[in-house]
């Protein structure tokens, strides 16, 4: 479904990503590890086009697509659940997930920037109807129905991660970029968003998982790479890489 061919992604002169090889097939959850700086946020970028590589190849379902731009990327399938949450905190909960049913271009995304309560018209990439996908996300995290009305920003930590996924899910993808969603949650919350991702997991939807809780994901994860210094050092089977000596002694304190 997804194959990155030898990428390499630069801030300015500094290379984050140095020449990866991945894939993900359909079906599968796949997880990314690795250290704090290894450049597993960047490749999910670079994936969903919000940086492009300086060389190399990306093919989503047998088209090339790092050349095209994120919101092109969204209607092909891609949705990214990013690091940090970023949800938007002056919109509702209802908003918010609203807000993820459209893609928005880089000029329409300049409009928001320079004026911040304006939202120009915007492309709806919705399959399946807007209304479906937000049943869908209400039966998924009722809470986000118990507070739709609320702002995005005065909801705890695990909720705003519930509606980051929410969000992406609104696209109705085939292929889901999450960034280490269980980051500073409450052990309840982070059992929540692993349940969550097993169950869309098995509804049909891909799955590429970064998380520093190495353990969790590998159990979760058909297949798992370990980055380090912008490269990838390791793959293997989700089962298998928990064995490893290396990654036992790096990656899960043992
Ligand atoms: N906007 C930026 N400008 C310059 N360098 C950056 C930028 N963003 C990231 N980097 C650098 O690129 C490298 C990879 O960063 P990245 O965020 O991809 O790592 P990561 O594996 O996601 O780490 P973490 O686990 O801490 O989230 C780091 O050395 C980081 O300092
Ligand atoms: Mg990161």
Known sequence: MLLLKDIHTFYGNIEAVKGIDL?????????????NGAGKST???TISGILKPKNGGILFEGEEIHKLPPHQIVSRGISQVPEGRRI????????????GAYSVNSYQLSVVRKHPPLIPPLTRVDTGGVTTQLEKVFELFSVLKERRNQLGGTL????????AIGRALMSNPKLLLLDEPSLGLAPIFVI???KTIRELNSEGLTILLVEQNAKA??????????????KVIK???????????????????E
Not at 23 to 35: N, P
Not at 220 to 228: D, K
Not at 235 to 253: N, S
């Open 156 to 163: 705890s930590g695990g909720e705003q991660q519930m509606l």
């Open 235 to 253: 793959e293997g089977k989700g089962a298998e890489l928990p064995h490893d000596a290396d990654i036992k002694k790096a990656y899960l304190g």
């Open 43 to 45: 490749a999910l970028m």
């Open 88 to 99: 938007f905190p002056r919109l509702t909960v209802m908003e918010n997930l609203e807000m």
């Open 192 to 194: 929540k968003i692993f």
């Open 23 to 35: 894939h993900v097939d359909k079906g599968e959850i796949v997880c990314l590890i690795g250290s």
């Open 217 to 230: 994901a590998l159990r979760l994860a058909n297949r798992g790479y370990v980055m380090e210094s912008g």
